[in-house]
């Protein structure tokens, strides 16, 4: 059955809407102030010439999500909600479709927030086991159902590297995707980033842009790059390694926390805080501001800290059971 789109500015009177091709189904978007310009009307046309309509309300199109995004946090609502209208388009076309690299908050709301759509189902894809930024594979449960064990089989994430001689310019995640930026790219197009020493970094990237980065990704800071597409088993990952530490603090502010945690002074903590290299549970946070059990705190370059759990000593300091991730 084909499938028509109308971008109208006003309704479309239903004797133009009886006209449409037979078998057909017609998708009108209103613009009407008062309604949600992107929810829509669908209209059947029955194929055997009668003008059989089905309506599906805005309103109540409207409040199902308004649903299915309750208890999502307000920062992540946006990027939830548009991660919703794909898996609606999946859903009605029957198509594959995928999400842009998102962080781990927001991936995690996104399924929280997808396992109540009975019809559809969603698949994280972010190149290798550990990754942290993902895209989303959604479509039809039944045809997605077996790519769940195995979600290589789907594709949607391509690896490149950038190499060059960075001996005498050392390189950061942040100078990376700068550069990868610079190439008139945005974010949601670019997974992890793996760094690789002296030697450049490995990226993910979403497989449409492959040729792209090969092209237009030829300088980093100061030193040329060449940048190649790589296949996913050449990435460089290391092994995770988790260390369990332990810690005093006089306060829980994050700057005095992220330093014992990975064992740096803290006014080297307060710099990178300020750099905003430095991240609770995904968002750039000031030095001064607390941290809580449960939060995980990343550190550009160093890793993962997770803090398990806090108590108060004798002393009225905090005592800090912490979990390492590198």
């Not at 479509?139 to 089989?153: F, M, R, T």
């Not at 237009?216 to 460089?236: D, F, M, N, W, Y």
């Not at 006089?250 to 992220?258: K, T, Y």
């Amino acid at each position: 059955m084909p499938l028509l789109s109308c971008h109208a500015s006003r309704w479309v009177p239903l004797t133009r809407v009886f006209k449409a091709t037979s078998g057909s189904v017609l998708t009108l978007y209103p613009c009407r102030p008062a309604l949600p310009s992107k929810q829509a009307v669908y209209l059947t046309v029955d194929p055997a010439g009668s003008a059989r309509t089905r309506f599906h309300s805005i309103v109540t199109a409207a409040r199902a999500k308004d649903d299915l995004l309750k208890g999502i946090d307000p920062e992540h609502r946006e990027d939830v909600a548009r991660i919703l209208d794909l898996a609606d388009q999946a859903q009605a076309t029957w198509t594959t479709v995928y999400t842009d690299f998102y962080a781990p908050p927001i991936v995690a709301a996104a399924l929280i927030a997808l396992r109540k759509l009975a019809d559809v189902t969603a698949v994280a894809l972010g190149g290798y086991p550990q990754a942290e930024r993902c895209r989303l594979c959604l479509g039809n449960a039944g045809a997605l159902d077996s790519a769940v064990a195995d979600p290589a089989k789907l594709g949607g994430v391509s690896a490149i590297e950038a190499s060059g001689n960075f001996m005498f310019d050392p390189i950061s995640h942040r100078d990376v995707l700068g550069a990868c930026m610079g190439t008139g790219i945005v974010r949601g197009k670019v997974g992890d980033i793996l760094m690789d020493g002296e030697q450049g970094a490995q990226l993910l990237v979403i497989p449409e842009l492959v040729p792209h980065f090969e092209m237009a990704l030829t300088q980093i800071r100061t030193v040329p790059v060449t940048t190649r597409g790589i296949e996913l088993s050449e990435l460089k990952i290391r092994p995770q390694k988790v260390q369990e530490l332990q810690s005093v603090e006089s306060s829980m502010r994050l700057d005095s926390v992220a330093s014992a945690g990975f064992r740096v002074s803290r006014s080297q903590m307060s710099a990178l805080c300020a750099r905003g290299d430095v991240r609770v549970n995904w968002k750039p946070l000031k030095g001064s501001r607390d941290v809580e059990v449960g939060d995980t705190i990343s550190c550009a370059g160093k890793g993962r800290l997770e803090i398990e759990e806090v108590s108060k000593t004798k002393k009225g300091k905090y005592a800090v059971k912490m979990r390492r991730l590198l």
